[in-house]
């Protein structure tokens, strides 16, 4: 079996508990407002043609939708797509591979990714196709952290921890440099502050700790 194919069928399995802990009630509201402003701040105005890859249960993609952006939303985990197809009616969700989009070239104004740069098999390849889709002055806007800095989890074989470039980082500068020797410019890294506050309140998933999570953008 492939890294990716066990990327997947782990992202398939978690994809029911993973909808569940992004839906609960208590911080839905407060998620959506603070996650609504990340997004508006980090692409231009509304409309847009937007690609979320990576899109897992489809908080993302949702949330630019609800921006006025015309959002598809691609995952390899099938798992993840239904959670995403059930909650959310304003998004085109796909089964697609974020190293690898199927889109054409320049037909994109915008590619966003939360949580996904450190779980790619080849983060440099995906970026530079990201490139090929959008159109000039297009937007890279990609969320992130240094999750696991200490070494492997058991959620992922060692096997498939070797095979992902960023999985180990321990400055989010590594993610950040991916989008730079792509050949993007203005390549801009922002703490997320207003989240780190409401993870310090609500806590954050299970087997997680609270870490400071970063908005890296970039323009073609
Ligand atoms: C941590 S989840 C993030 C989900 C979502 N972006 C969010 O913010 O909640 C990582 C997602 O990346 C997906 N993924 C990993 N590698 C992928 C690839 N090559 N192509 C498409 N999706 C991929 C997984 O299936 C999973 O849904």
């Given at each position: 079996?492939?890294?990716?194919?066990?990327?997947?069928d782990?992202?398939?399995?978690?994809?029911?508990?993973?909808?569940?802990?992004?839906?609960?009630?208590?911080?839905?509201?407060?998620?959506?407002?603070?996650?609504?402003?990340?997004?508006?701040g980090?692409?231009?105005a509304?409309?847009?043609d937007?690609?979320?890859?990576g899109?897992?249960?489809?908080?993302?993609?949702?949330?630019?939708?609800?921006?006025?952006?015309?959002?598809?939303?691609?995952?390899?985990?099938?798992?993840?797509?239904?959670?995403?197809?059930?909650?959310?009616?304003?998004?085109?969700?796909?089964?697609?591979d974020?190293?690898?989009?199927?889109?054409?070239?320049?037909?994109?104004?915008?590619?966003?990714?939360?949580?996904?740069?450190?779980?790619?098999?080849?983060?440099?390849?995906?970026?530079?196709?990201?490139?090929?889709?959008?159109?000039?002055g297009g937007?890279?806007?990609?969320v992130?952290?240094?999750?696991?800095?200490?070494g492997?989890?058991?959620?992922?074989?060692?096997?498939?921890?070797?095979?992902?470039?960023?999985?180990?980082?321990?400055?989010?500068?590594?993610?950040?440099?991916?989008?730079?020797?792509?050949?993007?410019?203005?390549?801009?890294?922002?703490?997320?502050?207003?989240?780190?506050?409401?993870?310090e309140?609500y806590?954050?998933?299970?087997?997680?700790?609270?870490?400071?999570?970063?908005?890296?953008?970039?323009?073609?």
């Amino acid at each position: 079996m492939t890294a990716q194919n066990q990327i997947n069928d782990y992202w398939t399995g978690r994809a029911p508990s993973y909808a569940e802990y992004q839906l609960q009630p208590d911080r839905l509201g407060d998620d959506i407002e603070a996650w609504s402003n990340v997004w508006a701040g980090a692409l231009p105005a509304a409309p847009l043609d937007v690609l979320d890859v990576g899109t897992g249960s489809g908080q993302v993609a949702s949330i630019l939708a609800g921006l006025g952006h015309r959002v598809t939303g691609i995952d390899l985990a099938p798992g993840m797509l239904e959670q995403a197809r059930s909650s959310y009616g304003n998004v085109d969700f796909r089964l697609g591979d974020a190293v690898e989009p199927a889109f054409a070239d320049g037909s994109l104004e915008a590619v966003t990714g939360r949580y996904v740069m450190w779980t790619l098999r080849d983060p440099d390849l995906a970026v530079k196709n990201w490139i090929r889709l959008l159109r000039p002055g297009g937007t890279i806007a990609v969320v992130d952290s240094t999750w696991f800095p200490d070494g492997l989890q058991p959620f992922y074989d060692a096997s498939v921890w070797e095979a992902l470039p960023l999985a180990q980082a321990t400055d989010i500068n590594q993610t950040a440099v991916v989008l730079s020797r792509a050949g993007l410019a203005d390549v801009t890294v922002t703490p997320l502050t207003a989240i780190h506050a409401l993870d310090e309140k609500y806590g954050v998933a299970p087997g997680h700790e609270v870490q400071m999570q970063y908005l890296i953008t970039g323009r073609a």
